[in-house]
């Protein structure tokens, strides 16, 4: 038996950077780490992160069962971006480093800051496909 057959395959690592890490990248990781659970090891941050995480992304996180409560904004690190497999990018244009070998994807969504959670709800919604689709591919 070769050691590649008695090794744990490596779980997949997601990161999901938007500017401020207040809203969409953390309404995707709370999805992420919902529908994958312990498959996928999840991570986000922002180029100019916020002081706390958006408290209306927060009330349409709990509309669907999600809590995002304890999470904090991260920054944006170039270590953060060369450890993961995929990074998710909404918004932050040329603040996150290039990697050769990584997968990107640019999800253009609305940012939630400043409206109403009748605003917010399809962008939530949005975000839980796109976040369905990506699962697809890793797990």
Wanted: charged share 25%.
């Amino acid at each position: 038996m070769s050691d590649a057959a008695v090794q744990p395959a490596r779980r997949p690592t997601v990161l999901f950077v938007c500017v401020h890490n207040a809203g969409r990248s953390q309404m995707a990781a709370g999805f992420l780490r919902a529908i994958a659970g312990d498959r996928v090891d999840v991570f986000s941050a922002g180029s100019e992160p916020a002081d706390q995480v958006n408290q209306v992304a927060v009330a349409a996180m709990q509309e669907v069962g999600i809590d995002i409560v304890g999470r904090t904004p991260e920054v944006l690190t170039t270590d953060a971006v060369r450890h993961a497999d995929v990074v998710v990018t909404m918004g932050c244009g040329d603040a996150c480093p290039v990697f050769p070998g990584k997968r990107y994807e640019d999800w253009e969504l609305t940012d939630p800051a400043g409206l109403p959670l009748e605003a917010v709800r399809p962008i939530r919604d949005d975000v839980r496909g796109r976040v369905e689709r990506l699962v697809s591919t890793l797990v």
